[in-house]
């Protein structure tokens, strides 16, 4: 059985940083994409970032443009999601996903599969 996990979330104060990790157990990620997402309470889950199986091609969401990095390292076969001047509306359970990262477009939800766990971001005050 293979699966995703995520870690790194926690609580931080408006303006602060967190490194999500989205580690994968029991299979290799080369060759795959990845997505990161998240879910605020009450609220639909939203795409957040993608990278491509070759770390080339990234796609933010516009709401995280210039705060948030998406990387990779294939030898640790995890997937990063580095995050600065985080704010309240940034607060939500994060998730990592397998699919499709295409050029100007995505993540989009409905077209990911073999969902972690997910991980806690908090930002407050």
């Known amino acids: 059985q293979y699966q995703l996990v995520e870690s790194g979330g926690g609580l931080v104060q408006p303006g602060g940083s967190l490194r999500l990790s989205c580690a994968a157990d029991?299979?290799?990620?080369?060759?795959?994409?990845v997505g990161w997402f998240r879910q605020a309470p009450g609220k639909e889950r939203e795409g957040v970032s993608c990278i491509a199986s070759s770390g080339v091609r990234r796609n933010y969401a516009d709401f995280v443009k210039g705060r948030f990095t998406i990387s990779r390292d294939n030898v640790n076969n995890t997937v990063y999601l580095q995050m600065n001047n985080l704010n309240a509306e940034d607060t939500g359970v994060y998730y990592c996903?397998?699919?499709?990262?295409?050029?100007?477009?995505?993540?989009?939800?409905?077209?990911?599969?073999?969902w972690g766990q997910g991980t806690q971001v908090t930002v407050s005050s």
């Open positions: 996903a397998l699919g499709p990262c295409t050029i100007g477009s995505g993540p989009h939800v409905s077209a990911y599969y073999d």
């Open positions: 029991g299979f290799s990620l080369d060759g795959f994409a």
